[in-house]
């Protein structure tokens, strides 16, 4: 059973608006939550965190939102940029990183 | 370039032989993790080091895998008797002891592909 889950295998947008991933997650002890970014070829690089005592995190175009009540994060992205293209992976920390399956977005031009 | 290393980038190996990989993790942290990642999924932890003490082990980690850490530093990860299902992406991470879910960073991981 998957305890964190992305449910949209991809998503397209177009350069210059806002990219939204979302992941569901299933654990309520789950007391830190991560976004990676993984290009082709190489290992995930850190993104963004946020703490399960707060509902929101920003850092530059990045922000992510946390809704504890739903057991829901989203990571938004604004405005995004063709170097955003890659797989997004949403993660969630009890002793070692629990790993969703990942968003694949694409920037279109 | 001082981030995670990770040794051999490719292994192709026939089904049955053993393998080993090497990670030398960022020099000042304490942690080092392996993870496994398939085709269409999230890396999957396998074990994890706080210096040399093996403190955690996914049950995916079967017996025919051993990982080791022996002086806190580099860490090898063993394969014995590869199976088909063995292939996939194999990723080391490491991270600072101290800070609270101190998010890990990780290697560019050793591909291996069973024959």
């Known amino acids: 059973d998957q305890q964190v889950k992305q449910n949209s295998p991809s998503l397209s947008v177009q350069e210059g608006r806002i990219s939204i991933l979302n992941c569901d997650y299933t654990?309520?002890?789950?007391?830190?939550f991560l976004w990676y970014k993984k290009y082709p070829a190489e290992g995930p690089t850190f993104l963004i965190s946020i703490s399960s005592i707060k509902d929101k995190n920003e850092d530059g175009r990045f922000t992510v939102f946390l809704n504890k009540s739903a057991k829901h994060l989203s990571l938004h992205i604004v405005p995004s940029q063709p170097g955003d293209s890659a797989v997004y992976f949403c993660?969630?920390?009890?002793?070692?990183?629990?790993f969703g399956k990942g968003t694949r977005l694409h920037i279109l031009p | 370039d001082t981030g995670v290393s990770q040794d051999p980038r490719h292994k192709i190996t026939k089904r049955g032989q053993n393998v080993t990989f090497r990670c030398d993790p960022i020099s000042e942290h304490n942690r080092l993790y392996w993870y496994r990642q398939t085709l269409g999924q999230g890396p999957e932890f396998l074990t994890y080091f706080q210096n040399e003490a093996q403190l955690e082990k996914s049950r995916l980690l079967s017996d025919r895998f051993s990982a080791e850490r022996p002086k806190g530093s580099f860490s090898t990860l063993e394969i014995q008797r590869t199976e088909q299902g063995d292939s996939a992406m194999y990723l080391c991470?490491?991270?600072?002891?101290?800070?609270?879910?101190?998010?890990?960073?990780f290697g560019d991981g050793t591909r291996l592909s069973i024959l």
């Open positions: 993660a969630a920390i009890r002793s070692a990183i629990i």
């Open positions: 654990n309520s002890m789950f007391d830190y």
């Open positions: 991470a490491s991270s600072p002891q101290g800070v609270p879910n101190q998010p890990q960073h």
